[in-house]
């Protein structure tokens, strides 16, 4: 009796342990057949393609990058590449013969004087290049102005002394405007230039994504006052390098420093303007033409009168030709000359103020009742 209450309990205890293990649901994250069939039963998924490189922007960014260079190439080989003189305005006194001679040729303008001191007046106030006087005695006589370019200053004395050959005496040759012994052939002011500009530029384009839009008169004013603050702090510091450290163009800080100043505002504001007005790719469309046109028809070491047409037309009207001649003639001439200079200058300062007067009637309008 004792052993078989002993095997049916014992019975009991397996049917008791089997029980569960045969009636616990099977996990298929455990049981890796499952997940076997459960893979095997569901089609396969693909991998998706990774992203493709845009090749289209790529080469139209390069294409793009491309004209940019050749354009700058073109435009500057164009004006500085071979520089010839055209309709040279120089002052005259000579005989009838020679100064007949003189007025029929293409390389010159010729303005007829009577006097050493009336030549010598028209030169010094930048209405000519240069003045050449043959007595019928004596020595020829030459008055160039270096300051304003040295490369007519040396046409114009290879014309002397072939003038003076011809009547068979001297020629003597005086520089009424010279330039510093530290920059003979002055360069430096066309540095000055060139690298304020782009130091205008550049630096107007990163202020105004820094300080972000301009948003209303409050706000106009505030990005006005932000690029005079800039202008001069650049303007100061390249005037004490020019005059202070490096010598080169000395003795005129306070005007040299003021003409810089507006030159500098000038761009910065066009480019502001422009920008809040239109967006920032015309502000850069406006940067690039400037550089391409702007650089090269400013002349640099070759002087206005050895410039095309083209590029000599342009000088007086883009920034960098008209800051250029007013710094030559507030260094070299005694302010005369700049007129025209600060004119152009002044015009493009008020055409990037209208710009910013523009944005902000726009957004007025815009944010109006009725609008």
């Known amino acids: 009796m004792r052993h078989r209450s002993r095997g049916r309990r014992h019975q009991v205890q ?60 073109s435009s500057y080989a164009s004006a500085l590449g071979k520089p010839s003189p055209r309709h040279v305005p120089v002052v005259v006194s000579a005989p009838p013969a020679v100064l007949g001679k003189l007025e029929a040729s293409p390389q010159l303008r010729v303005y007829p ?127 004490l390098f020019a005059d202070v450290a490096l010598g080169d163009l000395v003795a005129h800080f306070g005007f040299l420093f003021l003409t810089l100043w507006l030159f500098v505002m000038a761009v910065c504001l066009a480019v502001t303007g422009l920008s809040t007005l239109a967006g920032p790719l015309a502000s850069l469309m406006l940067v690039l033409v400037l550089i391409i046109l702007g650089n090269p028809s400013s002349g640099g070491p070759v002087p206005r009168p050895l410039l095309n047409g083209f590029y000599s ?10 800051a250029l001649s007013v710094v030559r003639g507030v260094q070299y001439f005694g302010d005369r000359g700049i007129d025209l200079g600060l004119l152009c200058l002044l015009l493009w300062a008020l055409a990037g103020l209208g710009f910013l007067g523009a944005t902000v009637f726009r957004d007025a309008l815009r944010n109006s009742p009725s609008g």
């Open 313 to 322: 037309g342009l000088n007086p009207v883009l920034p960098q030709g008209a």
């Open 113 to 239: 004087v009577a006097d050493l001191v009336r030549a010598r007046n028209m030169v010094e106030d930048r209405t000519a290049d240069g003045a050449l006087l043959l007595p019928r005695t004596g020595p020829a006589i030459l008055l160039v102005a270096n300051g304003g370019g040295h490369a007519v200053a040396t046409l114009l004395m290879q014309l002397g002394q072939q003038a003076a050959g011809t009547l068979g005496t001297t020629l003597r040759t005086t520089d009424v405007a010279p330039t510093s012994p530290n920059d003979p052939n002055g360069t430096v002011e066309f540095y000055c230039i060139a690298f304020l500009f782009l130091g205008g530029a550049i630096g107007a384009t990163v202020l105004g994504r820094v300080a972000g839009p301009v948003r209303g008169l409050r706000g106009a004013l505030a990005r006005l006052g932000l690029v005079l603050v800039y202008a001069a702090s650049l303007s100061v510091v390249i005037t």
């Open 14 to 73: 397996e049917a008791a342990a089997a029980t569960p293990a045969a009636s616990a649901p099977r996990d298929p994250v455990l049981v890796p057949g499952d997940a076997t069939e459960t893979r095997s039963s569901t089609p396969p998924e693909e991998k998706a393609p990774g992203p493709r490189r845009p090749a289209r922007k790529l080469v139209l960014v390069m294409l793009g990058l491309t004209v940019v260079v050749v354009a700058f190439f």
